[in-house]
């Protein structure tokens, strides 16, 4: 069965310090990961994904994830928070033999001035 | 471009009405899922629609029903509602099914009295 963790309900960093969002998965297949942000009153917004090929992904405004097979963990990245960086991010995965998406419990990324 | 637009924006029904939840997906999309968000979860995928038919199925009873129209718009329907179906209900569009990026609307809440 698919499963995604996000261990940490809030994670608070102070602008331009870097910053980790962690995410561990499960998938019988191949994974397929991703992950999203939520803003306040809006609808959640793509920020990258990992399908195959090179394990370090770029994404939307800075962001990075790195994918780590042996591990089963794909942690979004940046290198210097902004306070604009606050807000709820979703990991998720789909495994490979299905169209379905799970979702984490998201965490709260908060960026102190 | 208009993304994908959902309605209404609130909802409120009582225990055991039915409820539909209308979607259009964004421009030159053909594929719609939904999702159910409850207060302080992740969005659970209820299912997937790909060609007027359901393509994948979450862990969600038969109460859910959807359809998806020749123009890929899309409805969720729930039968005999109960309170524990109160909770944001979020469709998402993309490209095609083997298209890994979607796109999601801002949502439907609906609140179950």
């Known amino acids: 069965a698919q499963s995604v963790a996000q261990p940490e309900d809030q994670v608070n960093v102070a602008e331009g310090n870097p910053l980790t969002v962690k995410c561990t998965y499960s998938?019988?297949?191949?994974?397929?990961l991703f992950w999203y942000v939520q803003y306040p009153n809006r609808g959640l917004q793509f920020l990258l994904k990992?399908?195959?090929?090179?394990?370090l992904v770029k994404g939307s405004y800075g962001f990075e994830a790195e994918f780590n097979k042996s591990q089963t963990s794909f942690h979004l990245k940046k290198p210097s928070a902004l306070v604009s960086d606050s807000a709820l991010y979703f990991c998720?995965?789909?495994?490979?033999?299905?169209?379905?998406?799970?979702f984490g419990t998201g965490t709260r990324l908060k960026v102190l001035a | 471009d208009a993304g994908v637009t959902q309605s209404p924006t609130h909802l409120i029904k009582t225990r055991g009405q039915q409820v539909t939840l209308r979607c259009s997906p964004k421009?030159?999309?053909?594929?719609v899922s939904w999702y159910q968000q409850a207060l302080g979860q992740g969005p659970q995928f209820i299912f997937q629609?790909?060609?007027?038919?359901?393509?994948q199925r979450g862990n969600f009873p038969d109460r859910f029903s959807g359809h998806q129209f020749p123009n890929y718009s899309s409805e969720l329907n729930v039968n005999a509602l109960l309170l524990g179906d109160s909770a944001l209900y979020l469709c998402?569009?993309?490209?095609?099914?083997?298209?890994?990026?979607?796109?999601f609307g801002p949502g439907t809440r609906l609140t179950v009295t």
């Open positions: 998938v019988s297949g191949n994974p397929y």
């Open positions: 998402a569009s993309s490209l095609s099914p083997d298209t890994y990026e979607q796109y």
């Open positions: 990992y399908i195959t090929g090179d394990n």
């Open positions: 629609y790909y060609e007027e038919e359901e393509r």
């Open positions: 421009s030159g999309h053909d594929t």
């Open positions: 998720a995965v789909r495994d490979s033999g299905t169209y379905k998406y799970i």
